[in-house]
T-cell receptor, first 112, second 112 residues
């Protein structure tokens, strides 16, 4: 069974631009969560989707948004990028919201 | 803010020794999970312990959970150089929806 796939792996963007990151969960998993990891803040929860609905949201500004499609694939979008958005963005999928989460390798976003 | 707090923040041991990491959390939980992260990469799920369990084993790993003290410990026995990584505890919240919240991590270095 293929693991969680995140694309792209690396991304360099300029301040003010927007970016879309993609996550394909493990086949059969319906819950997808997104996290931001930075050296200063550690792992911060962004949001969680289940059956195309956002179930939980972390404490991030509205510039961060996401969605989940009917095939459980998920995308997150960051608009008006700031230097502080440079981070490793991790996606995790689980069978449902009470089970262990399996992580992708992450997308490393650098904002210059 | 982080739900879990790992202790110690960093640990350096010789190969063959045991490593113990602790995690404390603040609110009631549905389950607690431990993850490993090798430098700059995705998280690998190690073990999940449910709130009604007190101890769980998986290979060289032993996890305990004390819900009365809101704490958990991860013991890695007979450590190997390949165990060098950051270790995170993550709590799954009680209630209808799961929101996994990560601690700050323990950086383990195993010296060959």
């Amino acid at each position: 069974k293929a693991g969680v796939t995140q694309t792209p792996r690396y991304l360099i963007k300029t301040r003010g631009q927007q970016v879309t990151l993609s996550c394909s969960p493990i086949s059969g998993h319906r819950s997808v969560s997104w996290y931001q990891q930075t050296p200063g803040q550690g792992l911060q929860f962004l949001f969680e989707y289940f059956s195309e609905t956002q179930r939980n949201k972390g404490n991030f500004p509205g510039r961060f948004s996401g969605r989940q499609f009917s095939n459980s694939r998920s995308e997150m979008n960051v608009s008006t990028l700031e230097l502080g958005d440079s981070a490793l963005y991790l996606c995790a999928s689980s069978l449902d919201m009470a089970r262990e989460a399996f992580f992708g390798q992450g997308t490393r976003l650098t904002v210059v | 803010s982080q739900q879990g707090e790992e202790d110690p923040q960093a640990l350096s041991i010789q190969e063959g020794e045991n490593a113990t990491m602790n995690c404390s959390y603040k609110t009631s939980i549905n389950n607690l999970q431990w993850y490993r992260q090798n430098s700059g990469r995705g998280l690998v799920h190690l073990i999940l312990i449910r709130s009604n369990e007190r101890e769980k084993h998986s290979g060289r790993l032993r996890v305990t959970l004390d819900t009365s003290k809101k704490s958990s410990s991860l013991l890695i026995t007979a450590s190997r150089a390949a165990d060098t990584a950051s270790y995170f505890c993550a709590t799954g919240a009680s209630g209808g929806y799961q929101k996994v919240t990560f601690g700050t991590g323990t950086k383990l270095q195993v010296i060959p």
